[in-house]
């Protein structure tokens, strides 16, 4: 397994990590609002902007010099020596013994990007070309159906980063979608899902996307296999299927041999991890839905991103900046939790595509060596849409007892204008990061019962259940639009914010074998439920439950 320069290192034993350790000694004695009371000028120190993307960080339990012990802390952990090999190609994954080389996706410069010392980028820029022209071929109506009619529907079947990133995309920019396309996602093995995403499509019309790197993916080869038996079922018949189904993949006879032909089965590569891979040629659902032109903005502004990460130092680096807020608040503040907080309703999805993207990158507890971490690695994501969090847990948020931090997203503009509605989302917006930097103290909370004309005795009683902390650590992210190239930069900047703390923490950011594990189980009992294995070896929990499953449903 090989080993990098910035790898060797432990987070807890470097000179920084008791330094930055008093340092919070004495931050946690401070209060946010009595910061910004004293200093007109915070705002203004804490806000960054790059690649479309406005972040105030000022509501963060930050000082100057917090921010020089969090960049000496990266620079001591070898950041910018990472930074140049994931660029460079070198196989920072590992355990896999593969680069992680998704910014070669969206390169929009010359610039070569190697594996194992040859240039990638003339197969990327083939995968894109072959996306263009299916797209286009798709939108002209130059291919059809198995009785002469354009497509109208697109069903997308897949399952992890292969579903998780071209939803949240292709909900984000819901306003360019081009008309007479409508496109589903199929995900989830319950039959239920896909059942209900069938019902009302016709076969004559609907063009389905398997998208699989091995072509054996145990969820979407079972949606694939049902998605084609309704098409047979429905007027298909087995030479149709061509015309109907394509694949994303890198086992091209597995796809072959289920009926697709090979110059619609599009590449996959080891290089790039399912959940960084929205902008290969798993974004074909993307391209169809907002056009290839609007797919190359998207992956213009990634670039954006990459090269302010690549290129800025780390105190002006917008990634690098929320990476290190992250472990100053996760191995300093004992937080195990963040919010994503999106105010906008197209970007709701966003959320879950973050929580695959943070928790399955950083949810580990060896180092690249393979030795027990001895320090908390990735937190808990979670979150939902704005404003109607408010209205459901940002009462934990601001009362309960948790330390937890958040960020808080929007467009500054909408793509749609009625009344207030926009400035009245702002607001909610705005003054729930407020309303957790400040809080109310328990002479505010009096004053108030007080001008509401209750007595001593009930101000006495009540005075209390109305006190909120404060002092909880919040980002605000701003964009002008929620443009392509503002949503690829925005989800580029969460790629590279993982990474960050991945080198910080001294962990691979890039391998899953927790996943691969319950991949293999999950197979191993399908094989003893359908009755191709005894459970001999099984626990008696699972054997137990197993044999409810076949006694209820007459398999024994």
Excluded at 260 to 274: A, K, L, S
Excluded at 341 to 348: A, G
């Amino acid at each position: 397994m090989s080993e990098l320069p910035y790898t060797s290192h432990y987070p807890n034993s470097l000179p920084i990590w008791d330094k930055l350790k008093d340092h919070q000694t004495k931050l946690k004695q401070i209060h946010l609002r009595d910061e910004f009371a004293k200093d007109p000028d915070r705002a203004k120190r804490f806000f960054k902007q790059a690649a479309g993307i406005y972040l105030d960080y000022s509501k963060n339990l930050i000082t100057d010099e917090t921010i020089e012990l969090l960049s000496e802390l990266a620079n001591e952990a070898g950041l910018p020596e990472a930074i140049t090999a994931m660029f460079n190609g070198e196989k920072i994954n590992n355990s896999e013994e593969r680069p992680a080389l998704h910014v070669a996706l969206r390169n929009q410069s010359s610039t070569a990007f190697e594996v194992d010392g040859e240039n990638v980028m003339p197969e990327v820029k083939a995968a894109l070309n072959q996306m263009e022209r299916f797209v286009w071929s798709i939108h002209s109506a130059q291919w059809r159906g198995y009785t002469n009619k354009r497509f109208t529907d697109v069903v997308h079947l897949g399952i992890g980063g292969s579903y998780l990133g071209p939803k949240v995309v292709s909900a984000a920019l819901k306003p360019y979608w081009k008309a007479g396309i409508n496109l589903h996602y199929v995900a989830n093995i319950d039959g239920t899902h896909i059942t209900e995403e069938l019902k009302h499509l016709s076969p004559e019309t609907t063009l389905f996307i398997i998208a699989s790197k091995s072509f054996g993916t145990q969820e979407t080869i079972m949606n694939a296999k049902s998605a084609k038996a309704w098409f047979l079922r429905n007027g298909g018949e087995e030479e149709d299927v061509h015309k109907h189904f394509v694949a994303i993949t890198a086992n091209t006879q597995k796809a072959y041999n289920f009926g697709i032909r090979e110059e619609n089965i599009f590449p996959m590569w080891d290089w790039v991890g399912g959940r960084y891979s929205l902008w290969s040629t798993i974004g074909l659902p993307i391209a169809l839905t907002i056009g290839i032109e609007n797919f190359k903005n998207l992956l213009a502004g990634a670039h954006e991103m990459d090269e302010h990460f690549r290129t800025a130092p780390i105190t002006e680096n917008i990634p690098a900046i929320l990476g290190l807020l992250g472990v100053w608040y996760s191995n300093f503040f004992n937080a195990d939790s963040h919010a994503i907080l999106p105010y906008d309703h197209y970007l709701r999805a966003l959320p879950a595509h973050i929580q695959q993207l943070d928790m399955e990158s950083n949810g580990k507890t060896v180092t690249h060596k393979g030795e027990p971490v001895e320090w908390s690695t990735g937190p808990i994501i979670w979150g939902g849409a704005g404003a109607n969090g408010q209205h459901a847990y940002h009462q934990l948020l601001h009362q309960g007892t948790h330390f937890l931090p958040a960020d808080f997203i929007m467009p500054l503009r909408t793509h749609n204008h009625i009344g207030d509605h926009h400035a009245l989302l702002l607001s909610n917006c705005l003054s729930q990061s407020q309303a957790l930097m400040q809080g109310k103290t328990l002479d505010e909370a009096k004053a108030e019962l007080k001008a509401q004309g209750r007595t001593d005795e009930q101000i006495e009683e009540l005075a209390p259940h109305k006190v909120i902390p404060g002092n909880r650590p919040s980002n605000t992210m701003l964009f002008e639009k929620a443009t392509p190239k503002t949503i690829g930069a925005l989800i580029a900047m969460y790629e590279h914010k993982v990474f960050v703390q991945g080198v910080i923490w001294s962990i691979n950011s890039f391998d899953q074998w927790g996943v691969e594990l319950g991949k293999e189980l999950g197979e191993h009992i399908y094989e003893i439920i359908t009755g191709a294995k005894e459970t001999n070896g099984q626990d008696s929990s699972t054997k137990n439950l197993i044999d409810l499953f076949k006694q209820i449903n007459n398999r024994i």
